[in-house]
Protein backbone atom coordinates (compact mmCIF):
# COMPACT_ATOMS: atom_id res chain seq x y z
CA UNK A 1 0.00 0.00 0.00
CA UNK A 2 1.02 3.35 -0.56
CA UNK A 3 2.45 5.57 2.05
CA UNK A 4 -0.34 7.71 3.82
CA UNK A 5 0.21 11.48 2.78
CA UNK A 6 0.97 13.68 6.17
CA UNK A 7 1.28 17.45 7.07
CA UNK A 8 4.55 18.95 6.24
CA UNK A 9 4.61 20.80 8.94
CA UNK A 10 2.78 22.02 12.56
CA UNK A 11 2.37 25.38 11.25
CA UNK A 12 0.72 23.53 8.24
CA UNK A 13 -1.92 21.45 10.37
CA UNK A 14 -2.57 24.56 12.07
CA UNK A 15 -3.39 26.79 9.35
CA UNK A 16 -5.69 23.49 7.59
CA UNK A 17 -7.44 23.12 10.44
CA UNK A 18 -8.01 27.32 11.73
CA UNK A 19 -9.36 27.28 7.75
CA UNK A 20 -11.79 24.66 8.08
CA UNK A 21 -12.97 26.44 11.57
CA UNK A 22 -13.02 29.64 10.14
CA UNK A 23 -15.75 29.87 7.73
CA UNK A 24 -19.13 31.31 6.95
CA UNK A 25 -19.97 30.79 10.50
CA UNK A 26 -17.28 33.31 11.63
CA UNK A 27 -18.15 35.71 9.18
CA UNK A 28 -21.59 35.35 8.22
CA UNK A 29 -23.68 33.68 10.97
CA UNK A 30 -21.42 34.90 14.38
CA UNK A 31 -21.94 38.43 14.02
CA UNK A 32 -25.60 38.27 13.39
CA UNK A 33 -26.58 35.95 15.52
CA UNK A 34 -24.74 37.71 18.49
CA UNK A 35 -26.62 41.07 16.83
CA UNK A 36 -29.95 38.81 17.39
CA UNK A 37 -29.26 37.94 20.99
CA UNK A 38 -28.12 41.21 22.34
CA UNK A 39 -24.07 41.27 21.59
CA UNK A 40 -22.07 41.10 24.55
CA UNK A 41 -23.54 39.30 26.80
CA UNK A 42 -23.85 36.81 24.14
CA UNK A 43 -20.39 36.82 23.31
CA UNK A 44 -19.52 36.17 26.90
CA UNK A 45 -21.88 33.04 27.21
CA UNK A 46 -20.48 31.77 23.39
CA UNK A 47 -16.57 31.96 24.76
CA UNK A 48 -17.62 29.79 28.05
CA UNK A 49 -19.16 27.52 25.17
CA UNK A 50 -16.22 27.49 23.38
CA UNK A 51 -13.84 27.08 26.05
CA UNK A 52 -15.60 24.33 28.54
CA UNK A 53 -17.26 22.47 25.44
CA UNK A 54 -15.80 23.11 22.18
CA UNK A 55 -12.47 23.02 23.21
CA UNK A 56 -12.52 19.71 25.06
CA UNK A 57 -14.79 18.01 22.13
CA UNK A 58 -12.16 19.40 19.66
CA UNK A 59 -9.39 17.58 20.93
CA UNK A 60 -11.15 14.56 21.20
CA UNK A 61 -12.20 14.55 17.38
CA UNK A 62 -8.16 15.77 16.63
CA UNK A 63 -6.86 12.89 19.36
CA UNK A 64 -9.17 9.59 17.57
CA UNK A 65 -7.78 10.62 13.87
CA UNK A 66 -4.07 10.90 14.97
CA UNK A 67 -4.06 7.87 17.61
CA UNK A 68 -5.53 5.92 14.06
CA UNK A 69 -4.22 7.66 11.26
CA UNK A 70 -7.82 6.93 9.36
CA UNK A 71 -10.54 9.00 8.05
CA UNK A 72 -13.68 8.53 10.67
CA UNK A 73 -15.11 5.12 9.22
CA UNK A 74 -11.68 3.41 9.68
CA UNK A 75 -11.14 5.16 13.03
CA UNK A 76 -14.10 4.13 14.64
CA UNK A 77 -12.93 0.92 12.95
CA UNK A 78 -9.66 0.60 14.26
CA UNK A 79 -10.63 1.32 18.04
CA UNK A 80 -13.58 -0.49 18.33
CA UNK A 81 -14.70 -2.54 15.69
CA UNK A 82 -18.62 -3.11 16.19
CA UNK A 83 -21.52 -2.06 13.60
CA UNK A 84 -22.73 0.54 15.32
CA UNK A 85 -19.65 2.46 16.25
CA UNK A 86 -17.92 2.27 12.42
CA UNK A 87 -21.76 3.58 11.22
CA UNK A 88 -21.52 6.70 13.71
CA UNK A 89 -17.97 7.40 11.43
CA UNK A 90 -19.95 6.39 8.56
CA UNK A 91 -22.88 9.18 9.41
CA UNK A 92 -19.91 12.09 9.44
CA UNK A 93 -19.44 10.95 5.69
CA UNK A 94 -22.95 11.25 5.13
CA UNK A 95 -22.63 14.92 6.93
CA UNK A 96 -19.62 15.67 4.78
CA UNK A 97 -21.63 15.56 1.34
CA UNK A 98 -24.80 17.07 2.85
CA UNK A 99 -22.84 19.81 4.21
CA UNK A 100 -20.74 20.50 1.27
CA UNK A 101 -23.17 20.55 -0.78
CA UNK A 102 -25.21 23.53 0.61
CA UNK A 103 -22.26 25.31 1.90
CA UNK A 104 -20.59 25.16 -2.31
CA UNK A 105 -23.96 26.88 -2.65
CA UNK A 106 -23.46 29.69 -0.56
CA UNK A 107 -19.96 29.83 -0.87
CA UNK A 108 -20.65 30.75 -4.72
CA UNK A 109 -22.97 33.58 -3.88
CA UNK A 110 -19.69 35.00 -2.46
CA UNK A 111 -18.01 34.08 -5.60
CA UNK A 112 -20.65 36.12 -6.99
CA UNK A 113 -20.77 38.79 -4.93
CA UNK A 114 -17.31 39.49 -5.61
CA UNK A 115 -17.83 39.78 -9.41
CA UNK A 116 -20.83 42.04 -8.30
CA UNK A 117 -18.41 44.34 -5.99
CA UNK A 118 -16.15 44.67 -8.69
CA UNK A 119 -19.06 45.32 -11.69
CA UNK A 120 -20.04 48.04 -8.91
CA UNK A 121 -23.42 47.04 -8.47
CA UNK A 122 -23.84 48.04 -5.03
CA UNK A 123 -23.78 51.52 -5.97
CA UNK A 124 -27.32 51.42 -7.38
CA UNK A 125 -28.91 50.43 -3.94
CA UNK A 126 -29.98 53.37 -1.25
CA UNK A 127 -31.83 51.07 1.16
CA UNK A 128 -31.40 47.46 2.29
CA UNK A 129 -34.89 46.57 0.27
CA UNK A 130 -33.11 47.22 -3.11
CA UNK A 131 -29.94 45.40 -1.93
CA UNK A 132 -32.54 42.35 -0.67
CA UNK A 133 -34.84 42.51 -4.21
CA UNK A 134 -31.46 42.54 -6.27
CA UNK A 135 -30.24 39.40 -4.12
CA UNK A 136 -33.11 37.39 -4.51
CA UNK A 137 -33.33 38.18 -8.48
CA UNK A 138 -29.49 37.25 -8.38
CA UNK A 139 -30.48 33.86 -6.73
CA UNK A 140 -33.82 33.33 -8.58
CA UNK A 141 -31.49 32.87 -11.93
CA UNK A 142 -30.85 29.20 -12.28
CA UNK A 143 -27.76 29.65 -14.21
CA UNK A 144 -26.23 32.16 -11.67
CA UNK A 145 -26.69 30.31 -9.00
CA UNK A 146 -25.71 26.89 -10.72
CA UNK A 147 -22.61 28.68 -12.69
CA UNK A 148 -20.83 30.21 -9.16
CA UNK A 149 -22.09 26.83 -7.62
CA UNK A 150 -20.28 24.90 -10.17
CA UNK A 151 -17.05 27.08 -9.86
CA UNK A 152 -16.93 27.04 -6.28
CA UNK A 153 -17.16 23.31 -6.50
CA UNK A 154 -14.17 23.19 -9.20
CA UNK A 155 -12.38 25.55 -7.35
CA UNK A 156 -12.65 23.05 -4.02
CA UNK A 157 -11.91 19.74 -5.73
CA UNK A 158 -8.97 21.26 -7.28
CA UNK A 159 -7.38 22.20 -4.24
CA UNK A 160 -8.06 18.64 -2.73
CA UNK A 161 -6.80 16.70 -5.80
CA UNK A 162 -3.16 18.61 -5.14
CA UNK A 163 -3.24 16.32 -1.84
CA UNK A 164 -2.67 16.93 1.81
CA UNK A 165 0.51 18.73 1.99
CA UNK A 166 0.41 20.10 -2.29
CA UNK A 167 -3.02 21.42 -1.92
CA UNK A 168 -4.89 21.52 1.24
CA UNK A 169 -1.72 22.66 3.37
CA UNK A 170 -0.02 24.86 0.97
CA UNK A 171 -3.51 26.66 -0.12
CA UNK A 172 -4.00 26.92 3.46
CA UNK A 173 -0.94 28.80 4.12
CA UNK A 174 -1.43 30.84 1.95
CA UNK A 175 -5.44 31.72 1.99
CA UNK A 176 -5.39 32.09 6.25
CA UNK A 177 -2.99 35.29 5.96
CA UNK A 178 -4.61 36.93 3.05
CA UNK A 179 -7.93 36.37 5.11
CA UNK A 180 -6.86 38.16 8.10
CA UNK A 181 -5.09 40.21 6.55
CA UNK A 182 -8.00 41.64 4.55
CA UNK A 183 -9.73 41.32 7.92
CA UNK A 184 -7.51 43.65 9.44
CA UNK A 185 -8.18 46.51 6.77
CA UNK A 186 -11.84 45.81 7.03
CA UNK A 187 -11.17 46.29 10.31
CA UNK A 188 -9.40 49.19 10.70
CA UNK A 189 -11.77 51.03 8.27
CA UNK A 190 -14.65 50.40 10.19
CA UNK A 191 -13.48 51.73 13.55
CA UNK A 192 -12.28 54.69 11.62
CA UNK A 193 -15.78 55.55 10.60
CA UNK A 194 -18.06 58.18 12.15
CA UNK A 195 -19.64 56.54 14.67
CA UNK A 196 -18.61 53.11 14.85
CA UNK A 197 -17.95 53.70 18.23
CA UNK A 198 -21.74 52.45 18.69
CA UNK A 199 -21.21 48.86 16.89
CA UNK A 200 -18.21 48.54 19.10
CA UNK A 201 -20.48 49.29 21.98
CA UNK A 202 -23.10 47.21 20.92
CA UNK A 203 -20.48 44.62 20.85
CA UNK A 204 -18.67 44.71 24.22
CA UNK A 205 -21.29 46.38 25.97
CA UNK A 206 -23.42 43.33 27.74
CA UNK A 207 -27.38 43.96 27.64
CA UNK A 208 -27.96 40.83 29.65
CA UNK A 209 -31.64 41.50 28.85
CA UNK A 210 -31.98 39.62 25.77
CA UNK A 211 -30.38 36.54 27.08
CA UNK A 212 -32.30 33.70 27.45
CA UNK A 213 -32.29 30.21 27.82
CA UNK A 214 -32.83 30.38 23.65
CA UNK A 215 -29.19 32.07 23.94
CA UNK A 216 -27.58 29.50 25.60
CA UNK A 217 -28.57 26.85 22.93
CA UNK A 218 -27.87 28.82 20.31
CA UNK A 219 -24.66 30.01 21.54
CA UNK A 220 -23.75 26.11 22.48
CA UNK A 221 -24.91 24.82 18.93
CA UNK A 222 -22.69 27.62 17.45
CA UNK A 223 -19.66 26.94 18.83
CA UNK A 224 -19.52 23.58 17.54
CA UNK A 225 -20.42 24.23 14.14
CA UNK A 226 -18.15 26.94 13.96
CA UNK A 227 -15.37 24.53 14.99
CA UNK A 228 -16.49 21.92 12.66
CA UNK A 229 -17.07 19.67 15.17
CA UNK A 230 -19.38 16.70 15.35
CA UNK A 231 -18.51 14.70 11.80
CA UNK A 232 -15.15 13.83 11.96
CA UNK A 233 -13.21 16.82 10.04
CA UNK A 234 -10.95 17.46 12.72
CA UNK A 235 -10.23 13.73 13.06
CA UNK A 236 -10.09 13.83 9.09
CA UNK A 237 -6.98 16.73 9.37
CA UNK A 238 -5.55 14.86 12.93
CA UNK A 239 -5.07 11.41 10.92
CA UNK A 240 -2.49 13.73 8.97
CA UNK A 241 -0.79 14.14 12.33
CA UNK A 242 2.52 12.47 13.80
CA UNK A 243 2.22 11.24 17.65
CA UNK A 244 4.98 14.52 18.32
CA UNK A 245 2.12 16.65 17.90
CA UNK A 246 1.13 18.52 20.89
CA UNK A 247 -2.35 18.18 20.69
CA UNK A 248 -3.79 20.48 23.60
CA UNK A 249 -2.02 23.54 22.27
CA UNK A 250 -3.02 22.65 18.80
CA UNK A 251 -6.41 22.57 19.75
CA UNK A 252 -6.03 25.83 21.96
CA UNK A 253 -4.61 27.72 18.89
CA UNK A 254 -7.15 26.78 16.61
CA UNK A 255 -10.08 27.86 19.18
CA UNK A 256 -8.03 31.26 19.54
CA UNK A 257 -7.73 31.89 16.13
CA UNK A 258 -11.61 30.73 15.30
CA UNK A 259 -12.45 32.99 17.70
CA UNK A 260 -10.55 36.03 17.26
CA UNK A 261 -11.62 36.02 13.97
CA UNK A 262 -15.36 35.61 14.59
CA UNK A 263 -14.86 38.69 17.09
CA UNK A 264 -12.79 40.68 14.57
CA UNK A 265 -15.49 39.94 11.96
CA UNK A 266 -17.79 41.38 14.34
CA UNK A 267 -16.33 44.74 14.38
CA UNK A 268 -15.34 44.73 11.21
CA UNK A 269 -19.40 44.63 10.44
CA UNK A 270 -20.96 46.18 12.95
CA UNK A 271 -19.08 49.49 13.03
CA UNK A 272 -19.62 49.99 9.23
CA UNK A 273 -23.61 48.45 10.05
CA UNK A 274 -23.67 51.11 12.38
CA UNK A 275 -22.00 54.12 11.24
CA UNK A 276 -24.49 53.58 8.54
CA UNK A 277 -27.61 54.02 10.83
CA UNK A 278 -28.51 50.60 9.73
CA UNK A 279 -30.65 47.84 11.69
CA UNK A 280 -28.00 45.16 12.99
CA UNK A 281 -30.36 42.81 14.30
CA UNK A 282 -32.00 42.02 10.16
CA UNK A 283 -30.62 38.38 10.80
CA UNK A 284 -29.17 35.89 7.91
CA UNK A 285 -29.70 38.77 5.20
CA UNK A 286 -27.41 40.98 7.16
CA UNK A 287 -24.10 40.04 4.83
CA UNK A 288 -25.94 40.25 1.13
CA UNK A 289 -28.41 42.94 1.80
CA UNK A 290 -27.63 45.52 4.62
CA UNK A 291 -23.74 45.62 3.87
CA UNK A 292 -23.89 46.13 0.15
CA UNK A 293 -25.48 49.18 1.11
CA UNK A 294 -23.16 49.92 3.79
CA UNK A 295 -20.53 49.72 1.22
CA UNK A 296 -22.09 52.64 -0.95
CA UNK A 297 -22.44 54.71 1.50
CA UNK A 298 -18.81 54.31 2.94
CA UNK A 299 -15.71 56.43 1.31
CA UNK A 300 -13.98 53.63 -0.61
CA UNK A 301 -16.62 51.33 -0.41
CA UNK A 302 -15.40 50.07 -3.99
CA UNK A 303 -12.55 48.29 -2.98
CA UNK A 304 -13.96 47.27 0.53
CA UNK A 305 -16.69 45.72 -0.62
CA UNK A 306 -14.74 43.43 -3.03
CA UNK A 307 -12.35 42.87 -0.31
CA UNK A 308 -14.98 41.97 1.84
CA UNK A 309 -16.43 39.14 -0.23
CA UNK A 310 -12.75 37.55 -1.51
CA UNK A 311 -12.74 36.93 2.45
CA UNK A 312 -15.80 35.53 2.94
CA UNK A 313 -14.84 33.08 -0.52
CA UNK A 314 -11.44 32.18 1.57
CA UNK A 315 -13.32 31.56 4.58
CA UNK A 316 -15.56 29.16 2.79
CA UNK A 317 -12.98 27.94 0.52
CA UNK A 318 -10.88 26.68 3.38
CA UNK A 319 -13.67 25.09 5.06
CA UNK A 320 -14.96 23.43 1.93
CA UNK A 321 -11.85 21.47 1.17
CA UNK A 322 -11.78 20.08 4.73
CA UNK A 323 -15.44 19.06 4.40
CA UNK A 324 -14.40 17.30 0.59
CA UNK A 325 -11.13 15.51 2.25
CA UNK A 326 -13.42 13.98 4.88
CA UNK A 327 -15.28 12.04 1.89
CA UNK A 328 -11.64 11.73 0.15
CA UNK A 329 -10.03 10.06 2.72
CA UNK A 330 -12.80 7.62 3.34
CA UNK A 331 -12.26 6.66 0.07
CA UNK A 332 -8.62 7.10 -0.53
CA UNK A 333 -8.19 4.81 3.25
CA UNK A 334 -11.44 2.10 2.95
CA UNK A 335 -11.92 1.69 -0.63
CA UNK A 336 -8.59 2.30 -1.90
CA UNK A 337 -9.51 4.58 -4.79
CA UNK A 338 -6.73 6.66 -6.27
CA UNK A 339 -7.13 10.31 -4.55
CA UNK A 340 -7.32 11.74 -8.23
CA UNK A 341 -10.59 9.40 -8.42
CA UNK A 342 -11.93 9.74 -5.33
CA UNK A 343 -11.77 13.59 -5.30
CA UNK A 344 -13.27 14.01 -9.29
CA UNK A 345 -15.78 11.25 -8.57
CA UNK A 346 -16.99 12.53 -5.38
CA UNK A 347 -16.55 15.97 -5.99
CA UNK A 348 -19.47 15.59 -8.77
CA UNK A 349 -21.37 13.45 -6.48
CA UNK A 350 -21.40 16.65 -4.28
CA UNK A 351 -22.06 19.01 -6.71
CA UNK A 352 -24.94 17.20 -8.21
CA UNK A 353 -26.62 17.06 -4.51
CA UNK A 354 -26.02 20.60 -4.25
CA UNK A 355 -28.48 21.21 -7.41
CA UNK A 356 -31.44 20.67 -6.16
CA UNK A 357 -30.54 23.64 -3.02
CA UNK A 358 -29.73 25.59 -5.77
CA UNK A 359 -32.57 25.76 -7.58
CA UNK A 360 -34.28 26.11 -3.64
CA UNK A 361 -34.63 29.49 -4.72
CA UNK A 362 -35.84 29.56 -8.10
CA UNK A 363 -37.35 26.26 -10.21
CA UNK A 364 -37.44 24.75 -7.29
CA UNK A 365 -39.03 27.09 -4.93
CA UNK A 366 -42.28 24.75 -4.87
CA UNK A 367 -41.18 21.88 -3.53
CA UNK A 368 -41.05 21.49 0.47
CA UNK A 369 -40.69 18.73 2.98
CA UNK A 370 -42.46 19.54 6.35
CA UNK A 371 -42.71 23.03 5.20
CA UNK A 372 -38.57 23.68 4.50
CA UNK A 373 -37.34 23.87 0.60
CA UNK A 374 -35.07 21.35 0.04
CA UNK A 375 -31.80 23.69 0.97
CA UNK A 376 -33.46 24.22 4.19
CA UNK A 377 -34.14 20.61 4.62
CA UNK A 378 -30.99 19.50 4.17
CA UNK A 379 -28.63 22.46 6.45
CA UNK A 380 -31.19 21.21 9.20
CA UNK A 381 -31.12 17.41 8.95
CA UNK A 382 -27.15 18.14 8.45
CA UNK A 383 -26.34 21.13 10.93
CA UNK A 384 -29.24 20.34 14.06
CA UNK A 385 -29.44 16.68 13.34
CA UNK A 386 -26.26 14.89 12.38
CA UNK A 387 -23.66 17.39 14.06
CA UNK A 388 -24.89 17.34 17.46
CA UNK A 389 -25.57 13.69 17.11
CA UNK A 390 -22.26 13.00 15.81
CA UNK A 391 -20.68 15.67 18.66
CA UNK A 392 -22.80 13.73 21.48
CA UNK A 393 -21.49 10.25 19.83
CA UNK A 394 -17.70 11.08 19.55
CA UNK A 395 -17.65 12.26 23.00
CA UNK A 396 -19.42 9.04 24.74
CA UNK A 397 -16.96 7.07 22.17
CA UNK A 398 -13.62 8.51 23.51
CA UNK A 399 -14.59 8.83 27.12
CA UNK A 400 -16.58 5.53 27.74
CA UNK A 401 -15.81 3.22 25.08
CA UNK A 402 -12.62 3.92 23.98
CA UNK A 403 -11.83 4.30 27.58
CA UNK A 404 -10.29 6.45 30.08
CA UNK A 405 -6.84 5.24 30.41
CA UNK A 406 -6.58 5.15 26.68
CA UNK A 407 -7.82 8.43 25.90
CA UNK A 408 -5.54 10.43 29.16
CA UNK A 409 -2.26 8.20 27.88
CA UNK A 410 -2.96 9.14 24.25
CA UNK A 411 -3.53 12.93 24.59
CA UNK A 412 -0.50 13.31 27.14
CA UNK A 413 1.09 11.98 23.94
CA UNK A 414 3.14 14.59 22.66
CA UNK A 415 1.74 16.97 24.79
CA UNK A 416 4.14 19.90 26.82
CA UNK A 417 5.65 18.65 30.37
CA UNK A 418 3.53 20.96 32.16
CA UNK A 419 0.01 19.55 30.74
CA UNK A 420 2.09 15.79 31.03
CA UNK A 421 2.49 16.89 34.71
CA UNK A 422 -0.86 18.27 35.71
CA UNK A 423 -3.21 15.08 36.01
CA UNK A 424 -6.16 17.35 36.98
CA UNK A 425 -5.90 18.92 33.49
CA UNK A 426 -6.29 15.49 31.27
CA UNK A 427 -8.77 14.34 34.13
CA UNK A 428 -10.89 17.25 33.89
CA UNK A 429 -10.92 16.79 30.25
CA UNK A 430 -12.07 13.53 30.25
CA UNK A 431 -14.67 14.21 33.17
CA UNK A 432 -16.26 16.91 30.32
CA UNK A 433 -16.42 14.30 27.73
CA UNK A 434 -17.55 12.13 29.96
CA UNK A 435 -20.99 13.71 31.48
CA UNK A 436 -20.79 17.45 30.71
CA UNK A 437 -20.45 17.51 26.98
CA UNK A 438 -22.98 14.86 26.59
CA UNK A 439 -25.54 15.78 28.50
CA UNK A 440 -25.34 19.67 27.11
CA UNK A 441 -25.34 18.34 23.20
CA UNK A 442 -28.16 16.46 24.09
CA UNK A 443 -30.14 19.16 25.33
CA UNK A 444 -29.10 21.52 22.20
CA UNK A 445 -29.86 18.88 20.43
CA UNK A 446 -33.49 18.84 21.50
CA UNK A 447 -33.79 22.22 21.87
CA UNK A 448 -32.29 22.47 17.77
CA UNK A 449 -35.53 19.82 16.81
CA UNK A 450 -38.24 21.74 18.36
CA UNK A 451 -38.74 18.76 21.27
CA UNK A 452 -37.63 21.65 24.05
CA UNK A 453 -38.67 25.28 23.58
CA UNK A 454 -37.46 27.96 25.49
N1 LIG B 1 -16.82 25.62 10.76
C1 LIG B 1 -17.40 26.03 9.51
C2 LIG B 1 -17.80 27.49 9.60
O1 LIG B 1 -17.65 28.12 10.61
C3 LIG B 1 -18.61 25.23 9.13
C4 LIG B 1 -18.56 23.76 9.37
C5 LIG B 1 -19.33 23.05 10.17
C6 LIG B 1 -17.67 22.87 8.84
N2 LIG B 1 -18.97 21.74 10.18
C7 LIG B 1 -17.96 21.62 9.38
C8 LIG B 1 -16.63 23.05 7.99
C9 LIG B 1 -17.18 20.53 9.06
C10 LIG B 1 -15.88 21.97 7.68
C11 LIG B 1 -16.15 20.73 8.22
O2 LIG B 1 -18.31 28.01 8.62
Not at 85 to 105: E, P, Q
Not at 342 to 366: E, K, Q, R, W
Request: hydrophobic share 55%.
Amino acid sequence: MKKRESWGSHLGFIMAAAGSAIGLGNIWKFPYIAGENGGAAFVFIYLICIAVIGLPVLMAEILMGRATQRNPVGAFRALNNSKFWVGVGGLGVIAGFLILSYYSVVAGWALGYVVEAVKGSFYQYTTPQMAGEHFNQLVGTPAWILGYHFLFSAITMGVVYAGVKGGIELGSKIMMPVLFGILIILVIRGVTLPGSSKGLAFLWVADWSKISGNSVLVALGHAFFTLSLGMGAMMTYGSYMSSKDNIPNSSLQIVALDTIIALLAGIAIFTAVFSAGLDPAVGPGLIFQTLPVVFAKMPGGYIFSILFFILLFLAALSSAISLLEVIVAYFVDEREWPRHKAVLTMGTVVFLIGVPSALSYNLMSNVHFFGLNFFDTVDYLAANILLPLGGLLISIFVAWIWGSDRAIRAVKTGASRWFKEHHQISEGWLTVLKYLAPVMIFIVFLYSIGVIKL
